[in-house]
């Protein structure tokens, strides 16, 4: 974070999750942008500051029926589902009651009461260390946000479908009930203090095409609503009040971005191929089947990961298998003729869903997660098989199993699967009999057995956010180990090389689903590993294919086999980038 105080221009540093430059006026939404004064009222007072608070309840109803309805109509009643829940807590008894109390006892105006009612409500639910209580806190601050809105009078400005003018959206977070209906044509960009590249704003900002920087600390206190200022999604700042001189560079990066843009989305079409005539499938990761679109537009050959999990969040109950075999038939169909690789829940670490008990663990991410739950859950883990394998008689499905550590999980896995083939024969219900099967290595013990899996996989796909978090020890959420955490670290390197060995040598094909699939100073070393699939997220996916349509690949094997032998991460990085830049000098000159 830095300070240019003779110009009056203040820049602050973030996280940049989802790319693009613009500026315009703030809006700053959130706690710190509300002002609520506690005032005394007389015994009298207290009907008609009960009454207020019953018509902002009233109103606050209409307006999430409303943004419900809309919801509905955008994306589908699951995620409209959510919706419920924040009903839920707006009608909740027990909170309105206490309100009636302080206001009644305590002669307060019922904004303090009610403020003071939800922040109490919300910190002991944060407070509890789980992570679906901590998303149940945020939905009480965000239901009770909209309330205080109409108490304050201030619904208007901070009602994000009807905005008065295009701005930048600076909060605490963005909460989905509020990111879902905005005007997106509208917003500028999105600033939040938290951090998290999994955060609701990270995942729809990236969706939307948004630029958005997070983690910036408590920039909600530091800008003001009306304030003028210039988003940077590539280099994570947010510039405010910036002088004539940053505009006018930063408007050069734009134009010289919408210029390479261009050129790259001119490739769409084209494979991905080494100027050496080494193809390498270039595959999109995807969240739900809402995401194909994106995928298709990025020019992606298919789906290398579909985080099925997602089915399975923010909601009270499973998915069923026909709910499940419709949302894998949809991206099978989608996809074609290109193949889907629908990894079975993962689940855990940090995210379960809302039917499942949390059982307090102390490391989430070493415990019970993924293949795990799997197999401790057979129904459900059967309902999911049968559902994708159902789906794969309408295209090129394949199935990965996530986070496998020994044979003996992988057999019991293959063997449910197995039993899901005998039942659907048996009922009569197509699949694909030649469906490929294959397994994540993200387990370091997994990379170092590979020969041991090859046997009995089709396939496997290396998953570098993990093997790198669990090889190096670095918690893969945690801000202050961000540094530390490095896919080039010739340990993590070394683990992908025996990986693709193993596989070679039983005639497998491996492919990369991790963050580092998509970053261009990182794809030299993978395809010179013997990576024969990437999958990045859609909106990496141009800037990967114009690389490797430039580089060569005997150029990718010496750096990587230079890099397997590099002493640091960064000198194996500093290998790689420089291969990559002088291969495809124009990604890098924009940045
Ligand atoms: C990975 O670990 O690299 C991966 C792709 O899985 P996820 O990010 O979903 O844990
Ligand atoms: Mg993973």
């Not at 150029?555 to 002493?567: D, F, N, P, T, V």
Request: contains cysteine.
């Amino acid at each position: 974070m830095s300070d240019r105080i003779p110009t009056g221009e203040r820049m602050y540093r973030g996280i940049p999750v989802s790319v693009g430059v613009s500026h315009g006026k703030v809006i700053v939404l959130g706690d710190a942008a509300r002002t609520i004064l506690r005032r005394e009222i007389r015994p009298e007072e207290v009907p008609s500051e009960l009454q207020r608070l019953q018509d902002a309840v009233a109103q606050t109803r209409r307006d999430l029926l409303d943004v419900q309805r809309q919801v509905t109509e955008a994306l589908g009643t699951h995620e409209a589902s959510l919706f419920d829940a924040h009903l839920l807590v707006l009608e909740d008894e027990m909170m309105l009651a206490e309100v009636h109390q302080l206001v009644g006892e305590q002669h307060i105006n019922c904004e303090a009461a009610y403020h003071q009612v939800v922040e109490k409500f919300a910190r002991a639910l944060g407070e509890l260390g789980d992570d679906y209580l901590r998303e149940r806190a945020a939905d009480i601050r965000d239901v009770g946000g909209r309330v205080l809105d109409h108490l304050l009078g201030r619904a208007t400005e901070q009602d994000l479908r009807h905005l008065p003018e295009p701005c930048i959206i600076v909060a605490p977070d963005l909460a989905p009930s509020t990111t879902a209906v905005l005007d997106r044509t509208r917003v500028l960009g999105f600033a939040t203090d938290a951090g998290g590249t999994t955060s609701h704003t990270a995942i729809m900002a990236r969706k939307l095409g948004i630029p958005a920087v997070i983690g910036l600390g408590d920039i909600t206190s530091r800008i003001r609503t009306g304030e003028y200022a210039l988003i940077d999604g590539h280099g994570g700042t947010l510039t405010v009040n910036p002088t004539d001189q940053t505009l006018f560079e930063y408007g050069q990066l734009k134009q010289r971005r919408a210029a390479l843009d261009e050129r790259l989305a001119a490739l769409r079409d084209q494979p991905a191929i080494t100027l050496d005539g080494h193809e390498v499938i270039l595959a999109a990761n995807i969240d739900q089947p809402e995401d194909m679109p994106s995928l298709l537009q990025s020019g992606a050959h298919g789906v290398g990961l579909f985080r099925s999990e997602f089915l399975f969040l923010n909601r009270r109950e499973l998915p069923s298998e026909e709910e499940q075999y419709l949302a894998y038939r949809r991206v099978a169909e989608a996809s074609a003729p290109h193949a889907v690789i629908i990894r079975t829940l993962d689940i855990g670490g940090d995210k379960l869903p809302a039917s499942w008990a949390r059982t307090g663990e102390q490391n989430p991410f070493l415990g019970w997660r993924a293949i795990r739950i799997s197999l401790a859950l057979p129904e459900v883990f059967h309902t999911q098989l049968r559902a994708i394998l159902r789906a794969s008689a309408h295209g090129k499905v394949r199935i990965m199993f996530p986070m496998i550590s020994s044979l003996p999980e992988l057999r019991e896995a293959n063997a449910c699967l197995e039993r899901c083939r005998e039942d659907l024969r048996a009922e009569g219900l197509p699949f694909d009999e030649r469906l490929e099967v294959g397994m994540m290595i993200e387990v370091p013990g997994a990379a170092l057995i590979a020969d041991t899996f090859a046997r009995e996989v089709d396939f496997f796909s290396v998953g570098t956010n993990d093997l790198t978090g669990y090889t190096l020890a670095v918690d893969r959420l945690n801000e202050r180990v961000a540094p530390l955490f490095a896919p080039t670290h010739p340990g993590v390197l070394r683990l992908i090389h025996l990986t693709v060995e193993a596989a070679r040598r039983h005639k497998r094909w491996v492919g990369v689903c991790g963050e580092a699939a998509g970053d261009p100073s990182v794809v030299p070393l993978l395809v010179g590993l013997g990576i024969n699939e990437l999958s990045a997220t859609p909106a990496a996916v141009p800037a990967v294919k114009f690389l490797l349509r430039r580089l060569r690949m005997g150029e990718a094997r010496a750096a990587a086999e230079k890099a397997l032998a590099a002493e640091s991460a960064e000198e194996a990085l500093a290998i790689s980038h420089s291969l990559a830049a002088h291969s495809a000098p124009e990604l890098f000159q924009s940045s």
